[in-house]
């Protein structure tokens, strides 16, 4: 397939910032690669059984909390900087230092008189996987960047729909920033946590899972250049069950094989050349 360069508009400030060509949503990052790769194209997944349902749960869970367009922007900083604990729903959020945004589950904040500010992150799943505390993993690196955004929405004045209006979020002065991670599940009964950010400095467990997250991002921010992509040679979804009902994009896969590509010729260290190219080894 021929795509264009893939252009981020998440909010209304993508249009001036530099990461708009390589900024990726926190579910891209722990996407399939195929699925990543339609989405970017066109392709969206309709909803299934499974995701009304969680969307159901959702509600069910955090309907007690207000969004921060509910909330007001400006009664929002007022009571902040009073050092009112904050707690809201669907908190849109954006990091331009980072290239990741997302939207959060439930977002707690507060602003104490010693400069300190604490930031809690709760997000809704089912069960505990790996794919989902990378996730949360992603909206706590996007509040460690001190340039965040968190966005209100706002009808667009020609026409119909709403746009996301992005706010820097935190001060511009020193402070010290702490940040919790929260998995709550509702097909069991438990919760995982885990601190993110402590002082201002990352935890072991927060270096070791931006590794990985840095890793899965920039292959798929490759997949925005503008250019030919050959779909038949990216795996099939590791949770594929060639069923239209449980996944909508198998009507576009089931029409292309997979084909891995066959590795011809290898490069290596040579003596007066940096690097030589093996002979291409064929197959009889």
């Given at each position: 397939?021929?795509k264009?360069?893939?252009?981020?508009?998440?909010?209304?400030?993508?249009?001036?910032?530099?990461?708009?060509?390589?900024?990726?949503?926190?579910?891209?990052?722990t996407?399939?690669?195929?699925?990543?790769?339609?989405k970017?194209?066109?392709?969206?997944?309709?909803?299934?059984?499974?995701?009304?349902k969680?969307?159901k749960?959702h509600?069910?869970i955090l309907?007690?909390y207000k969004?921060?367009?509910?909330?007001?922007?400006?009664?929002?900083?007022k009571?902040?900087?009073?050092?009112i604990k904050?707690?809201?729903?669907?908190v849109?959020?954006?990091?331009?230092?980072?290239g990741?945004?997302?939207?959060?589950?439930?977002?707690?904040?507060?602003?104490?008189?010693?400069?300190?500010?604490?930031?809690?992150?709760?997000?809704?799943?089912?069960?505990?996987?790996?794919?989902?505390?990378k996730q949360?993993?992603?909206?706590?690196?996007?509040?460690?960047?001190?340039?965040?955004?968190?966005?209100?929405?706002q009808?667009?004045?020609?026409?119909?729909?709403?746009?996301?209006?992005?706010?820097?979020?935190?001060?511009?002065?020193?402070?010290?920033?702490?940040?919790?991670?929260?998995l709550q599940?509702y097909?069991?009964?438990?919760?995982?946590?885990?601190?993110?950010i402590?002082?201002?400095?990352?935890?072991?467990?927060?270096?070791?899972?931006?590794?990985?997250?840095?890793?899965?991002?920039?292959?798929?921010?490759?997949?925005?250049?503008?250019?030919?992509?050959?779909?038949?040679?990216?795996?099939?979804?590791?949770f594929?069950?060639?069923?239209e009902?449980?996944?909508?994009?198998y009507?576009?896969?089931?029409?292309?094989?997979?084909?891995?590509?066959i590795?011809?010729?290898q490069?290596?260290?040579g003596?007066?050349?940096?690097?030589?190219?093996?002979k291409?080894k064929?197959?009889?």
């Amino acid at each position: 397939m021929i795509k264009r360069t893939t252009t981020c508009r998440f909010t209304d400030k993508c249009g001036g910032c530099v990461s708009q060509n390589r900024c990726i949503s926190a579910t891209g990052v722990t996407s399939d690669l195929r699925r990543y790769m339609l989405k970017i194209c066109g392709h969206r997944q309709k909803p299934n059984q499974a995701m009304l349902k969680g969307t159901k749960k959702h509600e069910e869970i955090l309907s007690k909390y207000k969004t921060l367009t509910e909330y007001g922007w400006y009664q929002f900083k007022k009571d902040l900087y009073k050092g009112i604990k904050i707690e809201l729903q669907e908190v849109a959020v954006c990091s331009p230092k980072y290239g990741f945004h997302g939207i959060i589950d439930n977002f707690t904040i507060e602003y104490t008189k010693e400069g300190i500010i604490n930031v809690s992150i709760l997000d809704v799943k089912p069960v505990f996987t790996k794919k989902y505390y990378k996730q949360i993993s992603v909206y706590g690196i996007c509040m460690s960047d001190p340039d965040v955004m968190v966005c209100i929405e706002q009808p667009f004045i020609r026409k119909k729909g709403k746009k996301r209006v992005a706010q820097r979020l935190y001060p511009k002065k020193e402070f010290s920033l702490n940040i919790d991670l929260i998995l709550q599940f509702y097909a069991k009964v438990g919760i995982w946590k885990t601190k993110f950010i402590e002082n201002s400095v990352m935890t072991n467990f927060s270096k070791g899972v931006c590794a990985s997250i840095i890793k899965s991002a920039n292959i798929r921010k490759a997949l925005h250049k503008h250019g030919i992509y050959y779909l038949n040679e990216t795996p099939p979804c590791s949770f594929c069950k060639k069923n239209e009902d449980w996944c909508s994009l198998y009507n576009v896969c089931s029409k292309i094989d997979y084909k891995p590509r066959i590795k011809s010729h290898q490069t290596y260290h040579g003596k007066n050349k940096l690097l030589v190219k093996t002979k291409p080894k064929i197959k009889r």
